[in-house]
């Protein structure tokens, strides 16, 4: 049972570099999401991709965020020019096209994370 | 603006007893409400739903229970184990213009005592 992924797992980095996480989310899950978790909060929503095609984006993606998902399959988030207030926890999930029994097909499952700290 | 509060951010509890986490929203139009338990290091886990159209739902030792009228949710965990030890996060969801949106609760830190 392979879960969502994400790699790097933590990133450190310094102020003013670009960085790129990458998300791989359950292989029949066609909706995928990426959120940002800072301590003491909840994940905030930060994109969504329904298939290749990039739905919904929060005024929380400052231009120096972007978000792919060429295939339809994985997907990346790349951060330019980091700064110290993106140092966070980058969560993606995913979600089926149907539900089963109660669940809603908009029900998430989250990978593991990729913790950010730019210095 | 919060939608989604979760006023208390911990709670301690007896393991055998139960665990009462609540959830209070302010948009009516959230129509399906999600909670979900993460350990640290790890993601959240999907944990339980609930639907606008229901009161109620059960799934083992957990039920949610949804009152629409008061904008409140809870969660029971009953009997509370130390295993259930983790940070909950109550969720609610609405359909927009882009697909779904789900807003998450900043969350309740839940300590079961052996």
């Known amino acids: 049972d392979t879960g969502v992924s994400q790699n790097p797992r933590h990133k450190i980095t310094k102020r003013g570099q670009n960085v790129t996480f990458r998300c791989d989310p359950i292989s029949e899950h066609n909706r995928l999401y990426w959120y940002r978790q800072t301590l003491g909060q909840g994940p905030e929503f930060l994109t969504y991709f329904q298939n290749e095609a990039q739905l919904e984006k929060s005024r929380l993606l400052s231009d120096r965020f972007s978000a792919e998902r060429p295939k339809g399959s994985f997907s990346t988030l790349e951060i330019q020019r980091t700064e110290q207030g993106d140092s966070a926890m980058y969560l993606c999930a995913s979600s089926p096209l149907f539900g089963g029994g109660t669940t809603r097909t908009d029900t998430q499952y989250f990978g593991p994370g990729t913790r950010l700290t730019v210095l | 603006d919060q939608q989604v509060k979760q006023n208390s951010p911990s709670l301690s509890v007896q393991e055998g007893r139960i665990s009462i986490l609540n959830c209070d929203y302010t948009?009516?139009?959230?129509?399906?409400f999600l909670w979900y338990k993460k350990y640290p290091a790890e993601g959240p886990t999907f944990l339980i739903s609930?639907?606008?159209?229901?009161d109620k739902n059960e799934d083992g030792r957990f039920t949610v229970f949804l009152n629409k009228s008061a904008k409140h949710l809870s969660l029971h965990i009953v009997p509370s184990q130390p295993g259930d030890s983790a940070v909950y996060f109550c969720?609610?969801?609405?359909?927009?213009?882009?697909?779904?949106?789900?807003?998450f609760g900043a969350g309740t830190r839940l300590f079961v005592k052996a």
């Open positions: 969720a609610a969801s609405a359909l927009g213009t882009g697909g779904f949106k789900t807003i």
């Open positions: 948009n009516s139009m959230f129509d399906y």
């Open positions: 609930i639907s606008s159209i229901k």
